[in-house]
């Protein structure tokens, strides 16, 4: 499904061949394109679409047009209209993000407004960018995605908003900073001179000197005064005494000047004009459709028949009336003209407009336009209409991209009105979902149980009753809550009708989530793999990806990582480049995957991808997952500063956001950190408090205990291999452990063994990085079993990548925990720290025993002590391998 684009939205309207040219203005447009904005800001009737329509036509540079409208305050609609005007520049702007748009959960606004920048960038042509009635626009939302362009724009692109109002941007730091061009209302009105020649040679008023200097200043040469004094003065025998009476301010020179006007208009004329203002764009068909056959009339003005005809001849008649197209199908009335015919026609016949408004609904439903058939409806208050239209026939509105309308109407709507209509409880509450107002969901949803109880069981009450289900599912997958996932879903799926294939499909795959939390990966499987089939089908891309990223989860779990980066590469082509911010987990499968096979650099990069773009999204804590990772990925790297930097920042936003189920992995990548720096302590701490088998026995290895921790790996793998719920990966990274705590222990021959299995557990995946992280003992028990000949070409590749780490660390010894074969050396004491730290500033051995009052003696035993623990010989050795340690 597809947001339908009014294509006339794109259409530069025309300059009037003989409109009055104003040099001093386009001089100062042309003048601005050497900044980054542009406003034209005046209230209505000041030219401001006249002036920079003709300036665009001439400016010599492509121009992008959008006239804005109240319905492009919500952010998928204003982005597909902003897409659609761009690819009038070039077809491939906003391509990555056009087609998810439609879907429930649209990216977020600012996610798209990257993706776009990103492929301006790319497009080096030279073009301006026109916002046209920008005052329309009130959502906060469409504020930030526009500052955000503004902020990161480049410089072959010009952005002009023409605005009644001061638009909500950082217009004062752009005034500072000389990249704002700004004409107000003082700007726009017309001279004397341009006054004069508007009245003379477009309006077809010639007057005297005296008179048009009056008239300029009883309207202070505002352009619409003008137009319409000029239009009543038609009917004027004394010209000069009209505009010496002529007074008031603008709003009342303007209601008198509108009913001078429209008295003097036969009676079809103003009939079609009354009952067609209730549209905001006008075509013959749809004026036929609403004024229902009113200009049938033989009254001369001049003479029509048929709506087409009509705004031909307002057109030509000077009337008000913009033409959209250069085919003259399409036209909307000046803003302000048609304001005041609507409230003629709410004084004069405020009983006609609910019926003309439900003419213009079924017109537009009968041409495929359903979001503005929905808006006719509301306005006509036909509650239940627009709920039928709301509900889609199967495919609601919320899912077709316009979840800010419906959620508007719904919130005006009364409680009773919505207990008679428990389907509109339910869309409320989906549309509140889609909005991130998660506190707001369940309280609709239990008024819609309730209204509910007075309703009769049937087929659409069911379905209803599951579509509650399915969106409490929903609410529990952010939560991370199994149990509670698979209780909704299955009784979604019970209750859905078989042909809601839109939440069934999403439904089905909250469950399969909620058997990946469990560890059933057999059933998550079969689950995504159902979503994944039937979102295809019904083009829910959405679901299509998130399906997709489940599967490819679960074959991550399985150890099957080729065919895991398959899938995760499917769903970045699905989420286009930039991705959509959903693709951060695709990301960080990826970055999991090439770390394993040792691409250290294609990790890195997947790495901060996923970050960034799960820093998009609200209410998850895959940026906690994507720090940590980067956390493992600089360890590797031998950065134990930056690791422990990077897991600051996830316990720091995990803490923050309340995301508990994140805390152990947070301390489990802590203990890495801590063993590094020999702070044991701390680390078994840690181990203790968090309940991590893994981690303990590494805390206990780190001591030497090895006895200690073969009592903790060796029941966990008796465990693991009863309960096939474990993840293949975690056994592996145990079964490796084991070994290497087998030959700290001197039991080399189970050590081989274990070594052994583990490799061909980790061969058909391609393992490298599982093994080289465990550091020296590992490269020793290699070499060992390389030795006994078994294995070879594994054994070869993994001691290949060992020994050219090692020879990069200049150690000669690969990174990682810094073990003997009696365990992990001694820390440092806090006096040694400190004798450490003024080493690193340079200060000599007799400059240290002065400034900490110590012997020279004592402190040289200290530095003994540093070099035998860090396993070292120099200061300098002690120094770079103490930060990079972090203990500097």
Same mark, same amino acid.
């Given at each position: 499904?597809?947001?339908?684009?009014?294509?006339? =939205?794109?259409?530069?309207?025309?300059?009037?061949?003989?409109?009055?040219?104003?040099?001093?203005?386009?001089?100062?447009?042309?003048?601005?394109?050497?900044?980054?904005?542009?406003?034209?800001?005046?209230?209505?009737?000041?030219?401001?679409?006249?002036?920079?329509?003709? +300036?665009?036509?001439?400016?010599?540079?492509?121009?992008? +047009?959008?006239?804005?409208?109240?319905?492009?305050?919500?952010?998928?609609?204003?982005?597909?209209?902003?897409?659609?005007?761009?690819?009038?520049? &070039?077809?491939?702007?906003?391509?990555?993000?056009?087609?998810?748009?439609?879907?429930?959960?649209?990216?977020?606004?600012?996610?798209?407004? @990257?993706?776009?920048?990103?492929?301006?960038?790319? @497009?080096?042509?030279?073009?301006?960018?026109?916002?046209?009635?920008?005052?329309?626009?009130?959502? %906060?939302?469409?504020?930030? #995605?526009?500052?955000?362009?503004?902020?990161?724009?480049?410089?072959? *692109?010009?952005?002009?908003?023409?605005?009644?109002?001061?638009?909500?941007?950082?217009?004062?730091?752009?005034?500072?900073?000389?990249?704002?061009?700004?004409?107000?209302?003082?700007?726009?009105?017309?001279?004397?001179?341009?006054?004069?020649?508007?009245?003379?040679?477009?309006?077809?008023?010639?007057?005297?000197?005296?008179?048009? /200097?009056?008239?300029?200043?009883?309207?202070?040469?505002?352009?619409?005064?003008? $137009?319409?004094?000029?239009?009543?003065?038609?009917?004027?025998?004394?010209? &000069?005494?009209?505009?010496?009476?002529?007074?008031?301010?603008?709003?009342?020179?303007?209601?008198?000047?509108?009913?001078?006007?429209?008295?003097?208009?036969?009676?079809?004329?103003?009939?079609?004009?009354?009952?067609?203002?209730?549209?905001?764009?006008?075509?013959?068909?749809?004026?036929?459709?609403?004024?229902?056959?009113?200009?049938?009339?033989?009254?001369?003005?001049?003479? &029509?028949?048929?709506?087409?005809?009509?705004?031909?001849?307002?057109?030509?008649?000077?009337?008000?009336?913009?033409?959209?197209?250069?085919? !003259?199908?399409?036209?909307?009335?000046?803003?302000?003209?048609? %304001?005041?015919?609507?409230?003629?026609?709410?004084?004069?016949?405020?009983?006609?407009?609910?019926?003309?408004?439900?003419?213009?609904?079924?017109?537009?439903?009968? @041409?495929? *336009?359903?979001?503005?058939?929905?808006?006719?409806?509301?306005?006509?208050?036909?509650?239940?209409?627009?709920?039928?239209?709301?509900?889609?026939?199967?495919?609601?509105?919320?899912?077709?991209?316009?979840?800010?309308?419906?959620?508007?109407?719904?919130?005006?709507?009364?409680?009773?009105?919505?207990?008679?209509?428990?389907?509109?409880?339910?869309?409320?509450?989906? /549309?509140?979902?889609?909005?991130?107002?998660?506190?707001?969901?369940?309280?609709?949803? *239990?008024?819609?149980?309730?209204?509910?109880?007075?309703?009769?069981?049937?087929? =659409?009450?069911?379905?209803?009753?599951?579509?509650?289900?399915?969106?409490?599912?929903?609410?529990?997958?952010?939560?991370?809550?199994?149990?509670?996932?698979?209780?909704?879903?299955?009784?979604?799926?019970?209750?859905?009708?078989?042909?809601?294939?839109?939440?069934?499909?999403?439904?089905?795959?909250?469950?399969?989530?909620?058997?990946?939390?469990?560890?059933?990966?057999?059933?998550?499987?079969?689950?995504?793999?159902?979503?994944?089939?039937?979102?295809? $089908?019904?083009?829910?891309?959405?679901?299509?990806?998130?399906?997709?990223?489940?599967?490819?989860?679960?074959?991550?779990?399985?150890?099957?990582?080729?065919?895991?980066?398959?899938?995760?590469?499917?769903?970045?082509?699905? #989420?286009?480049?930039?991705?959509?911010?959903?693709?951060?987990?695709?990301?960080?499968?990826? #970055?999991?995957?090439?770390?394993?096979?040792?691409?250290?650099?294609?990790?890195?990069?997947?790495?901060?991808?996923?970050?960034?773009?799960?820093?998009?999204?609200?209410?998850?804590?895959?940026?906690?997952?994507?720090?940590?990772?980067?956390?493992?990925?600089?360890?590797?790297?031998?950065?134990?500063?930056?690791?422990?930097?990077?897991?600051?920042?996830?316990?720091?936003?995990?803490?923050?956001?309340?995301?508990?189920?994140?805390?152990?992995?947070?301390?489990?990548?802590?203990?890495?950190?801590?063993?590094?720096?020999?702070?044991?302590?701390?680390?078994?701490?840690?181990?203790?408090?968090?309940?991590?088998?893994? &981690?303990?026995?590494?805390?206990?290895?780190?001591?030497?205990?090895?006895?200690?921790?073969?009592?903790?790996?060796?029941?966990?793998?008796?465990?693991?291999?009863?309960?096939?719920?474990?993840?293949?990966?975690? !056994?592996?990274?145990?079964?490796?452990?084991?070994?290497?705590?087998?030959?700290?222990?001197?039991?080399?021959?189970?050590?081989?063994?274990?070594?052994?299995?583990?490799?061909?557990?980790?061969?058909?995946?391609?393992?490298?990085?599982?093994?080289?992280?465990?550091?020296?003992?590992?490269?020793?028990?290699?070499?060992?079993?390389?030795?006994?000949?078994?294995?070879?070409?594994?054994?070869?590749?993994?001691?290949?990548?060992?020994?050219?780490?090692?020879?990069?660390?200049?150690?000669?010894?690969?990174?990682?925990?810094?073990?003997?074969?009696?365990?992990?050396?001694?820390?440092?004491?806090?006096?040694?720290?400190?004798?450490?730290?003024?080493?690193?500033?340079?200060?000599?051995?007799?400059?240290?025993?002065?400034?900490?009052?110590?012997?020279?003696?004592?402190?040289?035993?200290?530095?003994?002590?540093?070099?035998?623990?860090?396993?070292? =010989?120099?200061?300098?050795?002690?120094?770079?391998? #103490?930060?990079?340690?972090?203990?500097?």
């Amino acid at each position: 499904m597809t947001i339908p684009i009014v294509t006339t =939205k794109l259409y530069i309207p025309p300059f009037r061949p003989n409109a009055v040219i104003r040099p001093r203005l386009i001089e100062r447009l042309n003048d601005g394109l050497r900044r980054k904005l542009t406003v034209v800001s005046a209230s209505a009737g000041y030219g401001k679409t006249t002036l920079v329509s003709g +300036w665009a036509a001439g400016c010599g540079r492509p121009v992008a +047009w959008l006239s804005l409208d109240e319905g492009d305050n919500d952010p998928a609609r204003f982005l597909t209209g902003l897409f659609a005007a761009l690819q009038m520049i &070039s077809r491939h702007n906003g391509d990555s993000v056009f087609a998810m748009l439609p879907s429930p959960q649209p990216p977020p606004i600012e996610a798209a407004i @990257n993706a776009l920048l990103h492929e301006i960038n790319a @497009n080096p042509e030279t073009f301006i960018l026109v916002l046209d009635d920008y005052h329309v626009i009130q959502a %906060e939302p469409v504020h930030r #995605a526009l500052s955000l362009l503004l902020d990161h724009m480049p410089p072959h *692109l010009h952005l002009v908003i023409a605005t009644r109002e001061e638009p909500r941007l950082p217009l004062p730091r752009l005034r500072v900073r000389d990249q704002l061009t700004d004409l107000r209302a003082e700007d726009l009105r017309f001279t004397y001179a341009e006054a004069s020649e508007f009245l003379g040679g477009v309006m077809g008023q010639p007057l005297s000197s005296t008179d048009v /200097a009056l008239l300029e200043s009883r309207t202070e040469g505002w352009i619409a005064g003008l $137009q319409l004094a000029a239009l009543s003065m038609k009917e004027q025998s004394d010209v &000069s005494g009209f505009i010496r009476s002529f007074t008031g301010n603008n709003r009342f020179v303007l209601d008198y000047l509108v009913e001078e006007v429209l008295q003097r208009l036969p009676e079809n004329v103003l009939t079609f004009l009354l009952h067609s203002s209730i549209l905001d764009r006008l075509c013959g068909p749809l004026c036929d459709a609403v004024v229902d056959g009113q200009v049938q009339s033989r009254q001369p003005f001049p003479l &029509s028949a048929s709506g087409q005809d009509m705004l031909d001849d307002l057109e030509r008649a000077n009337l008000f009336i913009v033409r959209l197209d250069e085919e !003259r199908r399409w036209y909307r009335y000046h803003h302000l003209f048609a %304001e005041l015919l609507r409230k003629r026609l709410q004084h004069s016949s405020p009983q006609t407009i609910e019926t003309l408004h439900i003419r213009a609904s079924i017109w537009y439903e009968n @041409n495929g *336009l359903a979001l503005e058939a929905f808006r006719h409806a509301a306005a006509a208050n036909d509650i239940g209409r627009a709920a039928r239209l709301v509900e889609g026939g199967g495919m609601p509105l919320l899912f077709r991209g316009a979840v800010a309308p419906v959620k508007d109407w719904l919130d005006a709507l009364p409680a009773k009105e919505l207990d008679a209509r428990p389907s509109l409880w339910v869309m409320y509450a989906s /549309a509140l979902l889609m909005t991130g107002q998660m506190s707001g969901v369940e309280p609709k949803l *239990l008024s819609a149980e309730k209204a509910l109880h007075y309703h009769v069981q049937d087929d =659409k009450t069911r379905d209803l009753i599951g579509h509650i289900a399915s969106i409490r599912a929903t609410q529990a997958v952010s939560r991370h809550q199994a149990d509670t996932i698979l209780a909704e879903s299955r009784r979604a799926l019970d209750y859905l009708h078989p042909d809601n294939l839109p939440v069934r499909t999403a439904t089905t795959w909250s469950l399969g989530y909620a058997y990946q939390l469990q560890g059933d990966r057999a059933a998550a499987g079969k689950a995504y793999t159902e979503a994944l089939s039937a979102s295809r $089908q019904i083009g829910h891309l959405i679901i299509t990806i998130m399906a997709s990223l489940g599967l490819g989860a679960v074959q991550e779990a399985e150890n099957r990582l080729d065919l895991a980066a398959e899938t995760y590469r499917n769903v970045l082509k699905l #989420a286009g480049n930039p991705a959509f911010p959903a693709a951060c987990e695709a990301h960080l499968g990826l #970055a999991r995957i090439t770390y394993e096979w040792n691409d250290l650099e294609a990790a890195a990069e997947h790495g901060r991808q996923s970050v960034m773009l799960a820093q998009q999204l609200e209410r998850t804590d895959r940026a906690v997952a994507g720090e940590l990772f980067l956390a493992k990925l600089k360890l590797a790297q031998g950065d134990i500063r930056g690791a422990a930097g990077c897991i600051a920042t996830a316990d720091h936003f995990a803490r923050s956001h309340s995301f508990v189920n994140q805390l152990p992995a947070i301390a489990a990548a802590q203990i890495l950190v801590l063993l590094r720096q020999g702070n044991l302590t701390a680390a078994a701490h840690l181990a203790q408090k968090h309940e991590l088998p893994i &981690s303990r026995a590494r805390v206990h290895l780190a001591q030497g205990n090895t006895s200690a921790a073969l009592a903790v790996l060796e029941p966990w793998l008796r465990k693991a291999e009863a309960n096939r719920l474990v993840e293949e990966r975690e !056994r592996l990274q145990a079964l490796i452990l084991l070994a290497v705590t087998l030959y700290a222990h001197n039991d080399a021959a189970r050590a081989v063994q274990a070594l052994r299995d583990a490799i061909f557990a980790a061969t058909a995946g391609g393992f490298v990085r599982i093994f080289a992280d465990e550091g020296v003992v590992m490269y020793r028990l290699l070499r060992e079993a390389a030795g006994q000949g078994i294995m070879t070409d594994s054994l070869n590749k993994l001691l290949t990548v060992m020994e050219a780490e090692g020879r990069s660390s200049g150690t000669g010894s690969p990174p990682g925990p810094i073990l003997s074969g009696k365990g992990l050396i001694e820390p440092l004491s806090e006096r040694e720290l400190e004798v450490l730290r003024l080493i690193a500033q340079g200060l000599s051995n007799a400059e240290i025993s002065e400034q900490l009052y110590l012997s020279l003696s004592t402190v040289k035993g200290h530095n003994r002590n540093i070099f035998d623990k860090l396993q070292v =010989k120099r200061r300098t050795e002690a120094v770079a391998y #103490a930060r990079q340690l972090g203990l500097l």
